[in-house]
């Protein structure tokens, strides 16, 4: 009789510091993705969202979850009572990621965005069928029969937007990403474990004893999890940094003495375009690529001599459109026309301007007034700048 007291009492407290880990990890990642938004506002993109809006409805369902195995274990009423607001939950949660999917896949053609209004439609009938079934006394099934969807949306998305990610990856990174999904992997399967429905029907085959013990190591396994989740996002970088490419505009490389251009890619032609000298009215008005690049050569120059006596130079200017983004070798000035400054983009124009050196400069006196020497840049500038799956695809349709 003492033994079984001393197990009860240890799998109460077993249970108790379980559910505390699982609370405590799964509010801090909740409020993690909300932070960094707030932080970068625009720059951080709206989808980064579904990543709190899934780990708030998980945190959400475990809190219930914890009330109910820790104050009303044998109470069947407040059991189901508690897995019907479990479905409430999971179900107002995926409207939030539905409307989130839709404007993710916004660009990407009608069909796509079109299915974020459909999972936004299907959250919304899941809702309202669970708390019209709550309060008529409706059975559990008939709530999780139309839940079903939305549950599976709400940790779907997140899983393929950290795929997503782990493509845009180039520093090395994809392992995280990968260990991160086995941490979402472990809360999912830890969750449906955790299905009313799937206790019993568990308990009815194992016994209720050899179940307690089943559910520990359950808890123990999406414990493993949150901790692998909360590690690999607090490592990585803020998500934007990741679509660092879609901010880039053109490179240029210009010779500061005689304020000529040896070397131009264009990575965004609509950017090009919306500024001053890529509009034809404002080139027959007098601006031009020519003058503004020269400008952007006497600028530095002025700045640089007010920073002279700290021995610095301007690396960074804001023209509002577009952030220009500059490194230094000798009479050359290595200028990155972006959208937005992201940290890597500096080290990439830093590599850039170093491989330049390596193998062109040698060829800057003799050849500055003969650009079309330094053509062959162009296949640096890609491999440091795009990505190189994407040079191969456009090899082959050549």
Do not use: C
């Amino acid at each position: 009789m003492l033994i079984l007291t001393i197990l009860d009492q240890f799998y109460v407290e077993s249970l108790l510091v379980s559910y505390f880990i699982i609370l405590i990890l799964g509010f801090e990642l909740s409020v993690f993705f909300i932070f960094q938004k707030m932080m970068r506002k625009d720059r951080s993109p709206a989808w980064i969202l579904a990543f709190s809006l899934t780990m708030l409805s998980f945190s959400v369902v475990y809190l219930f979850r914890a009330i109910l195995d820790l104050g009303y274990g044998g109470n069947v009423t407040i059991a189901d009572l508690i897995s019907q607001l479990d479905m409430i939950v999971v179900s107002v949660a995926s409207i939030g990621t539905g409307l989130l999917l839709f404007g993710f896949f916004r660009g990407n053609g009608r069909r796509s965005s079109t299915m974020g209004l459909v999972f936004m439609i299907l959250g919304m009938i899941s809702t309202v069928v669970n708390v019209i079934g709550t309060l008529m006394g409706w059975s559990i099934q008939i709530g999780l029969l139309f839940a079903g969807i939305p549950l599976l949306v709400l940790f779907m998305f997140p899983m393929y937007l950290l795929v997503q990610l782990a493509k845009h990856d180039d520093s090395g990174r994809k392992n995280l990403f990968y260990f991160i999904l086995i941490g979402v992997f472990l809360n999912v399967l830890g969750m449906l474990f955790n299905f009313r429905l799937v206790e019993v029907s568990i308990s009815a085959v194992l016994g209720t004893e050899v179940y307690s013990s089943v559910k520990l190591a359950v808890l123990v396994i999406i414990v493993i999890g949150l901790t692998m989740e909360a590690l690999g996002f607090f490592y990585l970088p803020p998500v934007d940094d990741f679509f660092w490419k879609n901010h880039l505009v053109a490179l240029y490389v210009l010779d500061k003495t005689s304020r000529f251009s040896l070397f131009k890619k264009v990575f965004d032609i609509k950017a090009i375009e919306a500024l001053p000298f890529g509009r034809k009215d404002e080139q027959e008005g007098g601006a031009s690529e020519t003058v503004f690049i020269s400008g952007i050569g006497g600028i530095t120059d002025m700045l640089s001599e007010t920073m002279e006596t700290s021995g610095e130079k301007v690396e960074f200017i804001d023209q509002g459109v577009v952030k220009l983004l500059l490194a230094y070798e000798g009479d050359l000035i290595f200028i990155l026309l972006a959208k937005q400054n992201v940290p890597i983009l500096s080290w990439k124009l830093k590599s850039f301007k170093d491989t330049f050196m390596l193998f062109y400069g040698d060829m800057v006196k003799r050849f500055a007034k003969n650009p079309e020497k330094f053509l062959p840049v162009d296949k640096i500038a890609s491999r440091i700048f795009v990505d190189v799956t994407q040079i191969k695809k456009e090899a082959k349709k050549a």
